[in-house]
Nanobody
Framework: QVQLVESGGGLVQPGGSLRLSCVAS????????MDWYRQAPGKQRELVAT???????NYDDSVKGRFTIARDNVKNTSYLQMNDLKPEDTAVYYC?????????WGQGTQVTVSS
């Protein structure tokens, strides 16, 4: 059974930083791209960043230069380092993996950016 467990969210002031983690189980982690999504209140879930199996990364324009996605295939963990956080980054952040026709999601972790 595939499980994704996120952690690392919290309340941070504008300009601050957080690092989110996503521990995966039930899959051969190194075989799959890993994604981070976010969903703000009243908005659709949006893709924030992707890390490929070889470690290359892609980002939504809204987070380029501020967020960094990474993976550790030994620890079966994906990370999202978030710097220079803005109030508009406030959302529930989810990690995700697609395996065949199935997409799996974690439970989400709340990130709130406020002074």
């Amino acid at each position: 059974q595939v499980q994704l467990v996120e952690s690392g969210g919290g309340l941070v002031q504008p300009g601050g930083s957080l690092r989110l983690s996503c521990v995966a189980s039930g899959i051969t982690f190194s075989f799959y791209f890993m994604d981070w999504y976010r969903q703000a209140p009243g908005k659709q879930r949006e893709l924030v960043a992707t890390v490929t199996t070889s470690g290359h990364s892609n980002y939504d324009d809204s987070v380029k230069g501020r967020f960094t996605i990474a993976r550790d295939n030994v620890k079966n963990t994906s990370y999202l380092q978030m710097n220079d956080l803005k109030p508009e980054d406030t959302a529930v952040y989810y990690c995700s993996v697609a395996r065949g026709l199935e997409t799996y999601w974690g439970q989400g972790t709340q990130v709130t950016v406020s002074s």
